[in-house]
């Protein structure tokens, strides 16, 4: 959004349409319209009236919701104009800024002192000293319209988001179909849409909650956005780094000696998504994770994606000692769903020892393909010296294809790994009894290995 700096008086129009509440919105209209007729000390009087209004609608918004802060701040001021408590009302109103950031945590710090200069510009305007005419405060044009577009921006355009009702709304953002699944997208939608205007108590509230949804009462409705929490919590870890540092770990460490069996093992898409959790767990909860590994059946194994923390140190043994007793169809479902390089060894094992051409050609693309990017050049010498001694590999319809995009996967290898491909060629052209062209002497990793020579010699 622009700042109140290059902000014209056409975008505060703008801006005066988007405001919440209608009577607000009135009130910000006089002071925008005394503003444009040059009586800039009225339109300062009637933006702190609207701030003033805006802050207290929004307090019975959060009261009205069942917040106890806003809940009290709303009796006293309902107390006091009933009794017409004038003294009372003058109190609250000098207090109003005050209540506003630390009660209701509306402000944030820039805020707070943004608005303290209106109300400041505010009582030079309406109670103006007794001095000679010429020095009465006489606000610049610039001043007022600043005054204008931060109560517009920083309060009477956006909905009261603190507390239970900040928190009620991220987890309807969540539950829903069109909450971002992808790391970029969550950090953009969270910045924009609760961090980066956040109080450190939302924050504080937010990580609550996310830690929480997955191993509560109500943990089954969180069952399919595991995943997303666990991302969601990483990338607030880095817009809010010294508060995730600060609170996590104690939330952490509290939190989880209370979760059941049954669900604590959600725990491991966060464990993934970072690493240090690990750390801050108490030492028994970490003795109940390792032992869950264990012993839970395969389809809860899976199902909680306990294969996603092979790269937690203590757990990495733990969790390929569990891998290793599965049959092989459960091995390659999670291969295939978490290629890892922990798992390239197993799955290279795996693909060499394939029985029939379908089932060479299953494990090419839910094995070697996946791995690709994991792979050293060792890892795809490996594989071609099993495709070369399995005639259930090289002799399969698909191989040639997966071999291609294999080659093309792991062409930045290609100076390390140009002799063995060279020699699965040349081999396979062999027992086509040096006809090229045939389908199983792979002429196009032929032509592959010709043009990545022609490029290197154009070099």
Known sequence: MNTSGNLGITDIDVLALTVRDGESRRLIDEAITAYRSGALRSAIISTWIAVAYDIIVKARELAGQGETAPQKFVSELENAIVLNDKRKLQTFEAELLHRANCDLEFLAPHEYIAFERLQNDRHLCAHPAFVLEDELYQPSPEQVRAHIVHALQYLLVHAPLQGKSAIARFDADLLSSSFPTTADEISTFLRTRYLDRAKDILVVNLLKAIISAPFGSEHTKYANKIQTLALSLREISKAKTHLYDTEVPRLVASRFERVSDNVLLNICPYLENDPRIWTWLMESDRTRIRRLIET??????????????????????????????????????????????????????????????????????????????????????????????NCQIWHAGGTPEILEQLFDQTNVLLNDTRASWTAFVDQQIARQDGDESAFYSYPKLLERLDESVSDTQHL
């Open 296 to 389: 839970v059946d395969e389809e809860t194994f899976k199902t909680c994606g306990a294969y996603s923390i092979l790269d937690i140190g203590p757990l990495s043994d733990v969790v390929l000692n569990r891998f290793d007793s599965f049959d092989e169809d459960v091995q390659v479902a999670i291969i295939a769903e978490h290629p890892t390089k922990k798992f390239v060894s197993r799955a290279i094992k795996i693909y060499a020892d394939a029985g029939s051409f379908r089932h060479a050609e299953h494990l090419g693309q839910s094995l070697i393909l996946p791995l690709a990017t994991c792979f050293s050049s060792e890892d795809v010498k490996s594989v071609l010296a099993a495709a070369s001694e």
